[in-house]
């Protein structure tokens, strides 16, 4: 009998051992990993010479990640990210000497190349929630700017920015959602009024 009570604790503490190790084989991250995803980019431009309401983008990005511990890894990317705005009544006001009048409707499209590199941090004792955060830089690759008397641009080249946000992170596929905000006064004309760039992004995509 006490044999037989030793062998069944034997197997049970080894069936439990072997459940732990394979639960903790899934949760855990290579070291190296490399992903790209396509964004929905739901953003806008803050100041007067712009409307508040978002607009409707995309962006596409790819990325490598550094898990380095179990709680903490980095993940430098590249992408390219398109933008637009609805130009306010206060445009025309501010800049008249620049912006034709009237109730057309004007709007402005740009495309970024953007670069960055985000911090991970793992939450629970899973790695699969990755609560991320750090500093990017958008470089403008093209501007088109409706209603305007002149060619010149209007916007400055590089936009310098912080994002955060979530990812849920499986074993291929990814998806979550970020929140970027730009900390440079984007308008290249004068200092009458700044502009901030804005964005909420829902992407998903593939990790190898």
Do not use: C
């Amino acid at each position: 009998m006490k044999n037989s009570l030793t062998a069944l604790f034997l197997l049970t503490s080894l069936f439990a051992f072997s459940q732990r190790n394979s639960k903790n084989d899934f949760e855990k991250e290579n070291f190296f990993r490399v992903g790209f995803n396509a964004a929905i980019n739901i953003n806008r431009i803050n100041g007067k010479s712009f409307d508040e309401e978002f607009s409707f983008d995309y962006g596409v990005r790819g990325f490598i990640q550094f898990n380095f511990s179990h709680k903490f890894g980095i993940q430098p990317e590249v992408g390219f990210v398109q933008s637009s705005s609805t130009q306010s009544n206060d445009f025309s006001d501010i800049y008249d000497d620049i912006a034709l009048g009237g109730d057309q409707v004007k709007k402005a499209k740009l495309d970024y190349l953007e670069i960055g590199t985000l911090l991970n941090y793992n939450l629970g004792v899973t790695q699969r929630i990755k609560l991320q955060f750090g500093p990017q830089m958008g470089m403008l690759l093209n501007e088109k700017v409706d209603s305007l008397k002149t060619s010149q641009s209007i916007f400055k080249n590089g936009d310098f920015s912080l994002a955060a946000g979530i990812m849920f992170q499986l074993p291929l596929v990814h998806f979550g959602a970020r929140f970027e905000q730009g900390l440079t006064n984007v308008n290249d004309i004068d200092n009458r009024d700044t502009w901030r760039s804005q964005a909420f992004q829902i992407f998903a995509g593939i990790t190898f």
